[in-house]
C-alpha cells in the first residue's frame, strides 16, 4: 500500500508529528500492521511469517496515539531482531533492547510525546523492559494519558495498598499484599493460598476482610 493511504489510515493513531516517520518504517520492513479490537492481556503482538520473511503486528484499537506509536516500535523491535538473528535469541534480550533504542530515540521529542513523558521515556530508553508495566515512571505516564483520552476516574493502584491489605484484581479472587521482590510484588491468593507475583501498577480494587 503506497505511503499516502497509509498516512490516512494511521493519521488518528499516531501522535501528528509522528506518522511520516512511522510509516516509513513499516514500508521499509514491509510488515503488516492490524487494529484489533481491545484485548485485556495485550496490547499488540507481533507474528512472523517465516516462508515470505515478513510478519504482521496487531495493534489494539483504545490506546491513546503515544501508546500505540510505543506498541508498535516495540513489536518492530520484535520483526527486526527477528529478520537479523532468527529465532535462536531470547525475545527480549540484549538485541531487542538494542533495536528498540534505535527505534525509539528519533521519537524522542516533545512535537510527539507531552513534556512529562521525556524524562520517563529518558529512563526507558537506559534500560528498556518487556513491558511498559516494568517500568513505573512511563507507566504512570501513559495511564495518566489514557485515563483522560476516555475521561474516566483512575482506579486505585496496587503500589498504593499497605503490606498485608486485600484486593481484587479483575475476576482473579481475592489477594493479600505479602511483599515485595525486585520489581514484582508478592500476593497471597485467598482462594487457592498460593504465591503470585504481580507489577506494582496494576489497577485494583480493596477489599475488606
Known amino acids: 500500500m503506497e505511503k499516502t493511504k497509509l498516512i490516512t489510515l494511521f493519521k488518528d493513531f499516531i501522535p501528528h508529528d509522528a506518522v511520516h516517520d512511522?510509516?516509513?518504517?513499516?514500508?521499509?520492513?514491509?510488515i503488516s500492521i492490524k487494529i484489533t479490537r481491545s484485548r485485556k492481556t495485550k496490547l499488540g503482538d507481533y507474528s512472523f511469517y517465516r516462508n515470505q520473511k515478513t510478519g504482521i503486528i496487531t495493534i489494539n484499537h483504545d490506546l491513546s496515539p503515544e501508546?500505540?506509536?510505543?506498541?508498535?516500535?516495540?513489536?518492530?523491535?520484535?520483526?527486526?531482531?527477528?529478520?537479523?538473528?532468527?529465532?535462536?535469541?531470547?525475545?527480549?534480550g540484549k538485541e531487542w533492547k538494542q533495536e528498540i533504542r534505535k527505534l525509539l530515540l528519533p521519537f524522542y521529542s516533545n512535537n510527539v510525546f507531552p513534556v512529562f513523558m521525556l524524562e520517563p521515556l529518558k529512563k526507558y530508553l537506559?534500560?528498556?523492559?518487556?513491558?511498559?508495566?516494568?517500568?513505573?515512571?512511563?507507566?504512570?505516564a501513559l495511564r495518566e494519558i489514557d485515563h483522560k483520552k476516555r475521561n474516566i476516574n483512575p482506579k486505585m493502584l496496587l503500589d498504593d495498598l499497605k503490606f498485608d491489605e486485600f484486593f481484587?484484581?479483575?475476576?482473579?479472587?481475592?489477594?493479600?499484599?505479602?511483599?515485595?521482590?525486585?520489581?514484582?510484588?508478592?500476593?497471597?491468593?485467598?482462594?487457592?493460598?498460593r504465591l503470585y507475583l504481580f507489577y506494582p501498577f496494576v489497577e485494583i480494587t480493596l477489599e475488606d476482610k
Open 126 to 140: 537506559q534500560k528498556p523492559t518487556a513491558t511498559m508495566a516494568a517500568s513505573p515512571d512511563l507507566y504512570k
Open 168 to 193: 481484587s484484581f479483575e475476576n482473579k479472587g481475592v489477594f493479600k499484599k505479602i511483599k515485595k521482590r525486585r520489581s514484582r510484588i508478592v500476593c497471597l491468593s485467598m482462594t487457592n493460598q
Open 67 to 92: 501508546q500505540f506509536l510505543l506498541t508498535l516500535l516495540h513489536e518492530m523491535a520484535h520483526h527486526i531482531t527477528r529478520l537479523q538473528y532468527g529465532d535462536k535469541i531470547t525475545p527480549h
Open 22 to 30: 512511522a510509516i516509513d518504517l513499516i514500508l521499509k520492513y514491509n
